[in-house]
């Protein structure tokens, strides 16, 4: 049985939705109140430590970080298409992963949470920008020449990013001077089966 | 042919000359110079479009984020030890993985190079040290009833987390008051074959 701690405006627990949704994989959904900043409560903390959504709970295990949960969901249901065996292919995937939570995440989403809600935990807007920037550009660079950002075909590296990138107006970082970066969000929505927001 | 392009005082890179050493494989070192910020030219972002260390070439492909670095030689030399087949397992290390990249980097990482070097890319002291409590709180909690991050033995998990969680104290993080931790860096280092730094 596999349950989904979720809260509506997560970025991050859009992701799993994406690769449950792709899978056709049967999920129980647990929406966290983030208006009353439920994933911040203790009795949340006994779910997960972090105080973070998503977490994805297999039979009693928990995994309360998003990469981890398209992981064990793109090995477990996915037969190797969405994060592959093959050593340096493998590693390919995870370095799209680690920009994911490091310049999407610290850049993209944390400059657009500090413009939607005034809160600024890691930066200012200036600092967000500037590492989304970093991202945005490595997007570009690579999607001129690929389809898809890891391999030839679409993995939980394209998944991972989506979300914040395709947001990136909201923190105040214009997508029209990325072509490419334009040209794969489409791309990825259209794949059958992609989640809704 | 592997090649490692490192610089002397990186943590991320350090995580990979671990690993290299544990595993016992030949690489060819190049080393960047920091204090010059060589890693931010037009010529070594061609080689990492990031404009960041490690950055590990195998055969002409370069993968140039630490994790995926990880990933690529634990399942290219380490018969799934340090980074297991099993999809929940696999899932398991990965979250320790991204909690390197996140809160140990912005938080522990972030804090210490900031007072190190005057340099502050994304956020504050307070900032920096708040993320790394909610990192060294979440190793403590795991680490007192376990010797290893991940599973029950050492895995890349291990390896990601510990360079800056061993320097938490020259990120002015007091590690004291965390006894488990202090244990597992004292037998991560004890491991036959772990690098000195």
Request: charge should be positive; include cysteine; charged fraction near 25%.
């Given at each position: 049985?596999i349950?989904?701690?979720?809260?509506?405006?997560?970025?991050?627990?859009?992701?799993?939705?994406?690769?449950l949704?792709?899978?056709?994989?049967?999920?129980e959904k647990?929406?966290?109140?983030?208006?009353?900043?439920?994933h911040?409560?203790?009795?949340?903390?006994?779910?997960?430590?972090?105080?973070?959504?998503?977490?994805?709970?297999?039979?009693?295990?928990?995994?309360?970080?998003s990469?981890?949960?398209?992981v064990?969901?793109?090995?477990?249901?996915?037969?190797?298409?969405?994060?592959?065996?093959?050593?340096?292919?493998?590693?390919?995937?995870?370095q799209?992963?680690?920009?994911?939570?490091?310049?999407?995440?610290?850049?993209?989403?944390?400059a657009?949470?500090?413009?939607?809600?005034?809160?600024w935990?890691?930066g200012?807007?200036?600092?967000?920008?500037a590492l989304?920037?970093?991202?945005?550009?490595?997007?570009?660079?690579?999607?001129?020449s690929?389809?898809?950002?890891?391999?030839?075909?679409?993995?939980?590296?394209?998944?991972?990013?989506?979300?914040?990138?395709?947001?990136a107006p909201?923190?105040?970082?214009d997508?029209?001077?990325?072509?490419?970066?334009?040209?794969?969000?489409?791309?990825?929505?259209?794949?059958?089966?992609?989640?809704?927001?």
């Open positions: 049985m349950r989904l701690y979720t809260m509506l405006p997560s970025g991050n627990s859009y992701k799993v939705r994406i690769l949704s792709l899978l056709n994989v049967p999920f647990v929406v966290i109140d983030h208006e009353r900043h439920e911040k409560t203790p009795e949340f903390r006994k779910i997960s430590p972090r105080g973070e959504v998503p977490v994805l709970e297999i039979d009693g295990t928990r995994l309360w970080d990469s981890a949960c398209l064990y969901l793109a090995r477990a249901y996915g037969k190797g298409q969405w994060l592959p065996d093959d050593p340096l292919q493998m590693a390919e995937v995870m799209w992963l680690a920009l994911a939570g490091n310049e999407i995440q610290f850049g993209l989403q944390y657009r949470r500090g413009l939607k809600q005034n809160r935990t890691a200012t807007l200036e600092q967000g920008q989304g920037k970093i991202a945005l550009d490595l997007l570009e660079d690579r999607l001129k690929h389809q898809w950002l890891a391999l030839e075909r679409p993995t939980i590296a394209d998944i991972a990013c989506l979300p914040y990138v395709e947001t909201e923190a105040g970082m997508l029209n001077p990325y072509p490419s970066i334009r040209a794969w969000i489409a791309r990825c929505k259209a794949l059958p089966g992609w989640a809704p927001r």
